[in-house]
């Protein structure tokens, strides 16, 4: 019979596997809502259509223009940079307060799938919309019915 020395869990793997799982989306596990920094980045909201991708990016205070939106082979990129200068004299001194927001997002289109020269994006009342049209030839049609003889 030999002694194995153990640390004190038993079981360590476990907790790190469950938060490693919580803590990715279910189908990109490269992204989470934390960068490298810990900083947050957006949520996203994605729906599938027999259309097309629709993408909510939720981005409160920004302005189009501080987007950058790139489509590179089949990596769809999103990201915004924004520096905000503010400067007000009161009594005998300056006060100045600066801001600046950036954050970037990835996602893998699917191979084949989606039609590049028809992706549009509008930006509304705080949210970045994206449509990323789908192929003809990949589009879902109307199930066939097949009649019984």
Known sequence: MSLI????????????????????????????NFSATST??????????SNDFEVEVVAPGMDKKDFDITLNGNLL?????REHEDEKKEENYIRREFSYQSF?????LPKNVVDPEKIN?????????????KKEEVK??????IAVE
């Open 140 to 145: 879902q049609s109307a199930p066939r019915v």
């Open 77 to 81: 990129t999103i990201s915004s940079s």
């Open 121 to 133: 994006a509008r930006y509304e009342n705080g949210l970045l919309y994206l449509t990323i049209p």
């Open 40 to 49: 947050t980045v957006p949520s996203v909201n994605i729906k599938e259509t």
């Open 104 to 108: 970037q997002r990835s996602f893998e």
């Open 5 to 32: 020395k153990r640390s004190g869990n038993v079981f360590p793997p476990f907790p790190a596997l469950f938060d490693d799982l919580f803590s990715r989306e279910l189908f990109n596990w490269g992204n989470n």
